[in-house]
């Protein structure tokens, strides 16, 4: 109870804390892809007819997805360094994932420490959600028809790392957890943003599940809003 | 005589006053003398360091009592504080009720007393009566009824008494009550702050005791501490050990801890020297091996009784340490004590001792450094020339050369026998050419020993001859190499992969590397020999892997083209039969008289005389040691007998001119010998007969560290039966076990405990190179650590669940199994348990092993009910979870790829035992970390998926799974 209260009061201090920063900075930009579109085979659901069947055309690879003019969705953005040593509040409200037509939507999410991390099932078929974290502990906990939803949490800060199912292998998400939100993930316009940032010098990491990562430094000021933009080209092999 | 009177002798005075300057000297010489002897024996060299660390010690409780209330503790205190001032208030408030009270609590106390005195005296007047009754009674006196009267009396009196007593005591609890409730506030309070300040307060205890005060002071002053002083010699006298001084078994004392204050005490792990904590405070000094009962030496040795730095035997581990200890010795490079026959063990070494306790196992837990040095030793063959008690009975540790003509050619020999890595890297050390201060006569001489020692060996062997291997394909011979398993056991040049700790000690080392394969033999041995290694040496540890003919002649195409060319261009001179003679000279002169010598040699042939030198060269340098070869099956083998050479003094030891490079301890010239074995004969003019013989190994310093701490462990020293670690009927099994798991290297491909399944880094890098072509396409960098898992063999047992393969499968499944693996568990997997040919005798260990490990029934498995109801639930719940998705059943493959494939559950009433069947559906990640079968049937009957079957009863939902995946059989 007593702890209770203090949370909720960090929370308005927290709240007061952003409103009062009007000033706070922005970080904003598009990434895209440059060079030559890989064809990617559509997914093959022959193995469970199941989940074939709720799909009526080929469904499209989540290895590069690209939006118009070659903008990347799926980039997860976060703030990789420069943030001053505090204790960011853990949101109460679930990071959700559901299992949707054998896919895992979203594909690619950041979640705070000890944030619920609420797994559903809307497609009523077994599946399983195998988590492989490597400074966490890895779960794999079934999710047959029956069951509608999980939640588990994930204690301690980690780079990005897979959750998959081992029923049906081209199912595939990346979670990243982290001690402070300033993270996001691009949609098909390849733009994120992070905001009510303090003054300050940042490195800012984007990751792509193929592509691997890149870093840039950046400083704002209070109130300035700055556009990064990033570039993956395709690696010549 | 009467005495002269004084008077009548003028000149007394006068002598007396003399004698009495006399006396006032000498008594103040004594004085002084004395208190140079009370000084002397004050002054010890252990004071200064006890005072130094006591002041550390202060130092450390003070800021420990400054920590032990964190900010947040003394917000709580302040706050304590205030409830307590509350409560103060509160009980003042309600004082004169608590006087009242108070005064009532005195009164019922007196009334108590006095009631429970009458209790009392009434149950002893009860007593004499009863005596007295029973003795009317027996002696059939008329008092006897009065006495009856009374005794009834005296009982309801007694009663009546009891109840009064226990009236008063509830009347006061009620009082007692009401007084804390009037207080509550107040107990409370009091209580909280004394459960919070109790660190704090502990350790302020502390810190009285330490601290220097005037007790202290007195305590400790000359003549005064013969008392009690706070200054003192420690000492430990572990019971039942003993150490040999002057061949009488004299109980050890250690006086260690008088100056290593800090051994026992957390907290001082970055202190210098001699304060330093102990490592592994749990493991040692704490923990099994309690100080109190092992004491110091036993592990460290060095003098236990010496208090001083240099009596107590320190040992310096480089010659820069010799330097900088100048100081204790007062000497520029320090003298250690001369006749202790152990001196302190160098850092690092201490784990040589281990084995004194620890005997009759394969590894010593946690000694890894003893433990690499073992399997070196094992792995290099050093009992093949050094007799060391316990490993006299091994099999030659090099391949048996009495068919060395069917497998390669001279002129591979030769280059080889002359330097050995110039092919690839290799365990076999070099005989010649290692000298640091070889001479071109020694070089010349060489050639020639090495020629002789190749005619010797080509003329003793059989020859076999091997029909040419099938025509087979190079890369799908790589493909095979690098997916069946040889990759277990073998390498292929610096393929660092999965290779773990020395090189040399590495499961992935086991078997030779193979680089160079082409240039040694020839193809139609390989293609017999590894279809079927036996059938060429009978005690190759080389299993069988069940190669098909196509399979074999692929992998031999493969091997053979890695050839060595450079290898191959390295010179090989002609025999210099005149040098040929002279040394042959020089072997029969040892036995012979010089005419003799000259008519032998005059009456051999030219390849005589070879053959000769050959075997004379054979013989002295103890190739039989590790080989087989004819002539040489029953020769006694050449090297000193090592089993108690880490009790060898170092006054036995020859330095010769490295004694100024090297520290004068056994550690540091075993070292040297490892590293350079023939630099003792540096500068020394001797006898090309007389040079010493040890080949060059070619190990690194820190292989040679493992090998020096195996040796030291070759002791003459006995611990009593009663310390040593006992192995229980139990852990006898395992140990054989183990012995035969090093010996077949299970390792290379499973993991087994803390290490092993070296094999899952190479196929994880095949993983990575395919994800890398093709950036876009099926392997998800993200997820090669778990599919290299998935690929790779099974763990074989999980340290952290204790859990391992003699819980999971029934002994006689095992024991078939591993006697023919031929049927595979994984179909899908790539890589094959090789099939190694145990005897009998080795089927029972292994199986007795993986069941004792676990302590598992052996070797039978109990009969499990079987309910039909539940068997109908079980199939249900089969369906529900779908378990066919991803297990073959009845050989049946699901439609999965085959990182996904699960074992055939239609083995699991033979293969199984039920009880791990149970462990594993409640937790499989316990049991497998990494493995693909979810939980599921979690504890919480609510995040059951199917609640309404069986209640959602964890246990009752996985019996029936177990009870019906039990009737499945490979025919339904």
Known sequence: MYRARITSTLFVVALVATVGAASAATITGTVKYDGKVPKLKPINMNADPVCAKKHTSPVTSEILVLGPGNTIANIFVHVKSGLPAKTYPTPKEPVVMDQRGCRYIPHVMGIMKDQPFKVLNSDGVLHNVHALPKVNKPFNMAMPAARKEAVREFGKEEAIFKVKCDVHPWMAAYVAVMTHPFFDVTAKDGKFTISNLPAGTYEIEVWQERLKTQTTKVTVADGETKTIDFTYSRPSK | MAKPEPESDPGLAARNQKLHVLFAVSSIGLLVAIGCMVWADYDREWRPYQIEFNRMRVAQTETQIEEALSPEDAETLNDIAARLARGREEAEAKRDEIRELEGELNGLQAELYATDQNYRFTKARLDVVRYELDEAVHRGRSSAESHREELRELEAQWEELRLEVEDISERQHDKEARVDELRQTELEAEKARTELLAEKTRLEEILQGIQPGF?????????????????????????????????????????????????????????????????????????????????????????????????????????????????????????????????????????????????????????????????????????????????????????????????????????????????????????????????????????????????????????????????????????????????????????????????????????????????????????????????????????????????????????????????????????????????????????????????????????????????????????????????????????????????????????????????????????????????????????????????????????????????????????????????????????????????????????????????????????????????????????????????????????????????????????????????????????????????????????????????????????????????????????????????????????????????????AHERLRPGWIQSWLRDPMRIQPGTRMPQNFPENPEDNAFSDILGGDQQAQIEAVTQYLLTLDTGS
Request: proline share 7%; glycine share 6%.
């Open chain 2, 215 to 907: 007790t202290n002071v007195v305590r400790n002053l000359p003549l005064l501490d013969m008392a009690n002083p706070s200054l003192k010699v420690n000492q430990i006298m572990p019971a039942g050990l003993y150490d040999d001084v002057i061949f009488t078994p004299t109980p050890k004392v250690d006086r260690c801890t008088t100056c290593h204050l800090g051994i026992d005490l957390e907290g001082f792990e970055d202190a210098p020297q001699p304060y330093t904590t102990h490592p592994e405070l749990d493991l040692y000094v704490k923990g099994p091996h309690a100080i109190d009962q092992v004491g110091c030496t036993v592990c460290h040795q060095g003098r236990g009784r010496g208090t001083t730095f240099v009596s107590a035997a320190h040992t310096p581990s480089t010659k820069e340490q010799e330097k900088a200890w100048g100081k204790y010795s007062d000497t520029e490079y320090y003298e250690p004590m001369h006749h202790w026959d152990l001196p302190m063990l160098t850092s690092g070494a201490t784990q040589s001792q281990c084995v004194k306790c620890h005997r009759g196992v394969v590894e010593v837990p946690k000694a890894h450094r003893l433990n690499t040095g073992i399997e070196l030793l094992e792995r290099h063959g050093c009992y093949g020339c050094h007799k060391i008690k316990g490993w006299e009975d091994r099999r030659k540790v090099g391949p048996d050369l009495t068919k060395v003509a069917s497998k390669t050619n001279e002129e591979f020999i030769f280059r080889w026998i002359k330097e050995p890595r110039s092919l690839r890297p290799t365990r076999m050390p070099q005989f010649w050419d290692v000298r640091i201060d070889e001479t071109p006569e020694l070089l010349a001489r060489n050639n020639v020993e090495a020629n002789a020692v190749v005619a010797y060996l080509m003329e003793n062997s059989a020859e076999e001859t091997y029909p040419a291997p099938p025509p087979g394909d190079m890369e799908t011979g790589r493909e095979l190499f690098e997916t069946v398993g040889c990759m277990g056991c073998h390498r292929v040049g610096e393929d660092e992969r999965g290779v773990v700790g020395l090189g040399n000690a590495a499961h992935r080392t086991y078997g030779p590397n193979l680089d160079g394969t082409g240039s040694k033999v020839n193809a139609g041995w390989l293609y017999a020999w590894v279809r079927d290694p036996k059938a060429y040496w009978p005690e190759t540890n080389m299993p069988n892997l069940r190669l098909t003919k196509q399979e074999a002649a692929d992998i031999t195409a493969y091997l053979m083209a890695l050839e060595n060319e450079t290898f191959m261009d390295r010179p090989r001179p002609e025999q210099d039969s005149d040098l040929r003679d002279q040394i042959a000279m020089d072997y029969l002169r040892e036995r012979l008289t010089v005419k003799q010598a000259e008519a032998e040699l005059e009456s051999m042939t030219e390849r005589e005389r070879t053959l000769y030198l050959g075997e004379r060269t054979i013989f002295r340098s103890g190739c039989f040691g590790c080989h087989m070869i004819s002539g040489f099956e029953t020769t006694m083998p050449i090297g000193t007998e090592l089993s108690e050479q880490g009790s060898k003094l170092v006054d036995r030891l020859d330095f010769s001119f490295e004694h100024e490079e090297l520290p004068h301890t056994l550690t540091a010239w075993l070292h040297r010998k490892f590293m350079e074995p023939r630099i003792f004969d540096r500068d020394k003019e001797k006898r090309a007969f007389d040079l010493l013989r040890m080949p060059k190994f070619h190990f690194t310093t820190e292989e040679a560290d493992a090998l020096v701490t195996a040796v030291l462990s070759f002791t003459k020293e006995k611990v009593p039966e009663k310390a040593q670690r006992r192995l229980t009927a139990e852990e006898d099994f395992v140990e054989r076990g183990r012995r035969l798991v090093r010996e077949s290297n299970c390792r290379g491909c499973h993991v087994i405990g803390d290490r092993g399944g070296d094999i899952q880094a190479v196929k994880a890098s095949f993983l990575e190179a395919l994800a890398e072509e093709d950036i876009f396409g099926e392997f998800d960098p993200a997820a090669i650590a778990d599919d290299a898992v998935a690929l790779s063999p099974p763990m074989l047992y999980n340290d952290e669940s204790e859990i391992g393969e003699g819980a999971k499968v029934q002994s006689h499944w095992l024991h078939e199994f591993l006697r023919d693996p031929s049927s595979k568990v994984r179909p899908w997997l790539e890589i094959r348990m090789p099939t190694y040919g145990f005897t009998e005798l080795e089927l029972n260990t292994l199986t007795h092993y993986f069941a004792s490990m676990d302590l598992v029934p052996y070797p039978f498995e109990p009969r499990t009910e079987r309910n039909p109801r539940m068997v109908r639930v079980g199939a249900d719940l089969f369906g529900k979870w779908e378990c066919e998705k991803c297990h073959v059943v009845a050989g049946k493959l699901p439609s999965q790829p085959p990182t996904n494939m699960a074992p055939d559950l239609a083995a």
